[in-house]
């Protein structure tokens, strides 16, 4: 039989087969969440959160630093200056990026993603050293970011430059991917872009060494701000 004629039957057995039932939403909401609830961080604080969040990032080359509300923009600013950072992508329109951006010391210049792409795609892809985001929610289980792209922080500040440092507040963790889900109800108006971040790029696709940066930032730094204390999760 011909290639297309294989592709007919195939689609034809398709259309003429009884449809799969639906599952049963609550039966499978009650199998998630007694997977989870086998583990150990459903309930615990927000400050067990941001250890166990720090610890499985760590453990994926991530570089953790852990600060108050007051005093993380002079120790990034710190950090971003030692590590040679010269030009750094950011949102002075928010509140964290302007408090960043007047803690760089002299020389380091903040810039803002304020033209389209297509304007300045060779110096974003070739000059610009760090691009600087706050995450929407964080996932502790897989030291995961949630980040929610917008106009004033595109996609591609996280994944352009070839470092990516990420501001996570511990009040906004979660426990599990499905707490988060729960959490933010999700399914009542999901952003059209979310962008889940669980350490640097890598692959290990060419002869299964593994290679960082090869399709987004080789580096990625997190800064877990201490915004609660014995608030439970």
């Known amino acids: 039989m011909s290639g297309m004629g294989t592709r007919e039957r195939i689609l034809g057995a398709l259309r003429i087969a009884a ?8 039966e499978l909401e009650a199998r998630i969440n007694q997977h989870h609830a086998n583990g150990d961080l459903r309930g615990v604080s927000r400050k067990l959160l941001a ?46 990026g302007a408090a960043l951006a007047a803690a760089l010391p002299a020389g380091m210049q903040a810039l803002p993603f304020s ?24 996932i502790a289980a897989t030291g ?9 922080t595109p996609r591609s500040v996280s994944l352009v430059p070839p470092l990516h440092v ?3 507040y ?7 991917l499905h707490a988060a889900m729960h959490a933010e109800r999700w399914s009542a108006g999901m952003p059209t872009n979310l962008v889940l971040v ?28 201490d915004d609660v ?3 439970q999760a």
Not at 77 to 90: F, H, M, S
Not at 144 to 152: E, F, H, I, Y
């Open 170 to 176: 511990a009040s906004t963790l979660h426990a599990d």
């Open 144 to 152: 995961t970011l949630v980040l929610a792209p917008d106009p004033g």
């Open 166 to 168: 990420a501001l996570v």
């Open 19 to 26: 449809p799969a039932p639906m599952p049963d939403s609550s």
């Open 51 to 96: 250890g166990a969040m720090e610890r499985v990032m760590t453990s994926v080359r991530t570089e953790v630093l852990c600060s108050d509300a007051t005093g993380w923009p002079a120790l990034l600013a710190d950090k971003l200056g030692k590590a040679g950072v010269q030009r750094l992508l950011l949102d002075p329109a928010t509140a964290e």
């Open 229 to 231: 204390k014995e608030v």
């Open 115 to 138: 033209q389209p792409l297509e304007a300045w795609k060779h110096s974003l892809f070739s000059s610009v050293d760090a691009g600087f985001t706050v995450a929407r929610s964080g």
């Open 198 to 225: 669980s350490g640097p790029s890598k692959t290990s696709d060419i002869q299964q060494t593994l290679a960082y940066g090869a399709h987004g930032p080789a580096a990625l730094w997190v800064v877990i701000i």
